[in-house]
């Protein structure tokens, strides 16, 4: 069974950094590629990252030269790192993985973003 856990959000103020990370379990970790979204209220779910099994990389424009997505696959894990966070980018971050024509989802980490 395929299970994502995301963990290491919080509250910041404007211009400072956190670090996500997602556990993944129940799936050979490197050779899939893995994904980060979020979900501000009332909008919706918009892809923000993703890490290839190669750790080739590509990011949303809304967040590329600020976020860095990376994986350490001895501990099948994937992180985000966030830095120079705005109030836009306040949302629910989730870990996915597509998986053998499924999509995984984490249960998701709240991100606020003070000015």
């Known amino acids: 069974q395929v299970q994502l856990v995301e963990s290491g959000g919080g509250l910041v103020q404007a211009g400072g950094s956190l670090r996500l990370s997602c556990a993944a379990s129940g799936i050979t970790f490197s050779l899939y590629a893995m994904n980060w979204y979020r979900q501000a209220p009332g909008k919706e779910r918009e892809w923000v990252a993703r890490?290839?099994?190669?750790?080739?990389?590509n990011y949303a424009d809304s967040v590329k030269g600020r976020f860095t997505i990376s994986r350490d696959s001895a501990k099948n894990m994937v992180y985000l790192q966030m830095n120079s966070l705005k109030p836009e980018d306040t949302a629910v971050y989730y870990c996915?993985?597509?998986?053998?024509?499924?999509?995984?989802w984490g249960q998701g980490t709240q991100v606020t973003v003070s000015s």
């Open positions: 890490i290839f099994r190669g750790s080739n990389t």
């Open positions: 996915n993985v597509p998986y053998r024509g499924t999509d995984y």
